[in-house]
């Protein structure tokens, strides 16, 4: 099997017109895609060897690996080249569920034959639901990739093939066709197709043409704005990090949520969120210093210490500072201020003493005399 053409080189195929002699066919194609599938190949290969040779006692998995390969590059050939015809005779709900995406459709192919090579004991046991197998299929890849059994590049080369012969609608590889080399050469400069790498410093990530902007707009290396709307620019992979730690925008929930000031604020404005609600969590504080308090007191309470004493509780930054506080002020308070009642009270001016009420009575007793 011919290893592929490198990146720099472009392979042209001339294909005969009755009326306009050879065509040049554009052979570029979606490097991202054909990749993905090579890399797939290999635990293909890899669960069809270990399927093969469940339970046999007289072989193993690499012993059958040479063979199955053959016949595993042979089937997903014949089924990829009659792909568009037995997608041309699905009906109905069938054709609208058949996957149009070239990695899916080879490994349902892969797969396809893993079962094709599936022993009788691997298909009557339990081990298809089995850990131990997992293992084995992982096993097998490793020793392949450490020698080398089936190199990228030539796993590349057949995805190339693979993806070509099921694209029939060209979404995934150029179907352009030229009557000279000077028209393909043209075009391969502007074709979608064609092989790009980001050219932000740190990315070395290869695309086609038509995916830059996508690149662009998940590329970890590049440059942008802070998401949270600060003053910041950085890099998009640190983005995460920044947002979470020190970001001046990040949320934070209020140092007086857990007694009731239930606002989430962005840190920078911490400050002034603390200065516009003083009198709210000096309420909320008190609320929970006076659980017996009226509502109605501690509010008189909460705005006569607001009045009294604003510069130095506006010093106090959380639940217990504040609390600390306002013990310490509501005794510098003026006496009738500072007492909170917790019941009702006798109404000084509809209540007589006892003692006027003798007085009363006495004076009454000496004029009827």
């Known amino acids: 099997m011919d290893a592929p053409v490198s990146d720099g080189e472009h392979v042209h195929e001339e294909i005969e017109d009755e009326n306009r002699g050879p065509l040049i066919h554009c052979d570029l194609y979606d490097t991202e895609v054909s990749h993905k599938i090579a890399q797939m190949l290999l635990p293909g290969l890899a669960t069809a060897c270990v399927d093969n040779t469940t339970g046999d006692i007289f072989r193993t998995p690499a012993m059958v690996a040479v063979d199955l390969r053959k016949e595993f590059v042979e089937y997903l050939t014949q089924r990829s080249e009659s792909f568009v015809a037995e997608t041309a005779i699905l009906e109905g709900d069938l054709a609208a569920?058949?996957?149009?995406?070239?990695?899916?459709?080879?490994?349902?192919?892969?797969?396809?034959?893993?079962?094709?090579?599936?022993?009788?004991?691997?298909?009557?046991?339990?081990?298809?639901l089995s850990e131990k197998r997992e293992d084995k299929i992982d096993d097998i890849i490793q020793e392949m990739e450490l020698s080398k059994f089936w190199?990228?590049?030539?796993?590349?080369?057949?995805?190339?093939?693979?993806?070509?012969n099921i694209d029939f609608k060209g979404a995934f590889h150029c179907v352009m066709k030229f009557d000279t080399a000077d028209e393909l050469a043209e075009h391969v400069a502007s074709c979608g197709f064609r092989s790009m790498i980001c050219a932000i410093e740190g990315c070395n990530t290869r695309f086609i043409a038509a995916h830059l902007e996508k690149h662009d707009l998940?590329?970890?290396?590049?440059?942008?704005?802070?998401?949270?709307?600060?003053?910041?620019?950085?890099?998009?992979?640190?983005?995460?990090?920044h947002c979470i730690t020190n970001c001046?925008?990040?949320?934070?929930?209020?140092?007086?949520?857990?007694?009731?000031?239930q606002s989430t604020v962005?840190?920078?404005?911490?400050?002034?969120?603390?200065?516009?609600?003083?009198?709210?969590?000096?309420?909320?504080?008190?609320?929970?210093?006076?659980?017996?308090?009226?509502?109605?007191?501690?509010?008189?309470?909460?705005?006569?210490?607001?009045?009294?004493f604003s510069g130095e509780l506006a010093l106090a930054r959380d639940v217990k500072s504040l609390t600390m506080a306002l013990k310490d002020l509501e005794a510098r308070l003026p006496q009738p201020e500072a007492n909170i009642t917790t019941g009702p009270q006798p109404d000084v001016n509809t209540t007589t003493s006892d003692a006027e009420q003798t007085e009363v009575s006495s004076?009454?007793?000496?004029?009827?005399?």
């Not at 058949?98 to 046991?125: C, M, Q």
């Not at 190199?151 to 190339?160: G, L, P, Q, S, Y």
């Not at 001046?248 to 000031?261: A, N, S, T, W």
Request: glycine residues 2%.
């Open 97 to 128: 569920e058949a996957s149009d995406n070239p990695y899916e459709i080879v490994a349902d192919f892969a797969d396809d034959f893993a079962t094709l090579k599936r022993n009788l004991f691997g298909r009557i046991s339990g081990w298809l």
């Open 218 to 241: 998940a590329c970890p290396f590049k440059i942008i704005p802070c998401e949270q709307k600060c003053s910041e620019r950085l890099m998009r992979r640190e983005m995460d990090r």
């Open 266 to 308: 962005p840190q920078c404005t911490l400050e002034q969120h603390n200065h516009d609600n003083l009198r709210d969590h000096v309420l909320h504080v008190l609320q929970r210093v006076h659980k017996d308090a009226s509502a109605d007191d501690l509010k008189r309470q909460a705005e006569q210490l607001e009045l009294s």
């Open 151 to 164: 190199a990228m590049d030539r796993r590349e080369a057949i995805a190339r093939t693979l993806l070509k």
């Open 363 to 369: 004076s009454e007793h000496l004029n009827a005399d």
């Open 248 to 261: 001046p925008m990040k949320l934070v929930k209020c140092p007086f949520y857990q007694v009731g000031c």
